[in-house]
C-alpha cells in the first residue's frame, strides 16, 4: 500500500468515525430535550447557540431518527413505557432555545 493511500484512508476512516460518534451525541441529548430532560437542555446551551444547533441537529438527522426509535418508539411498542413522546424538530428547538424566539 502506497503512503498516499493509506493517508487517504486514515482522514477518511477518522472523519467517518468523528461523524458518527459526535451524531449520536447531539442525537442522543436531543431526544432527551424532546421529552424534557433539564440536563440535556442544559448541555445543549452549553455547547452550542441556537445557530450552531441548528447546523448540528440538520447534519446528524438521520441519528435523530435511529435514537428516537430506539429510546422512544422500540419501549413504547414493547409496553416499557406509557407515553410516547412526539418527535418534532421545532418543538425541541423551541424548549432548548425558548429565551431566544420571545419577541
Do not use: N
Not at 451525541?25 to 436531543?30: D, K, N, R, T
Not at 455547547?47 to 447546523?55: C, D, E, I, M, T
Amino acid at each position: 500500500m502506497h503512503d498516499f493511500t493509506f493517508w487517504l484512508y486514515f482522514v477518511t476512516l477518522a472523519i467517518l468515525l468523528t461523524y458518527i460518534v459526535l451524531g449520536f451525541l447531539v442525537a442522543f441529548e436531543g431526544v432527551l430535550a424532546m421529552g424534557g430532560s433539564v440536563f440535556a437542555i442544559r448541555w445543549i446551551r452549553k455547547q452550542f447557540s441556537l445557530k450552531g444547533f441548528l447546523w448540528a441537529s440538520k447534519i446528524s438527522y438521520p441519528f435523530f431518527i435511529i435514537v428516537y426509535f430506539l429510546f422512544e418508539q422500540l419501549p413504547y411498542f414493547l409496553g416499557l413505557e406509557k407515553e410516547l413522546t412526539r418527535f418534532c424538530m421545532s418543538d425541541m428547538i423551541m424548549k432548548i432555545f425558548e429565551d431566544e424566539y420571545r419577541l
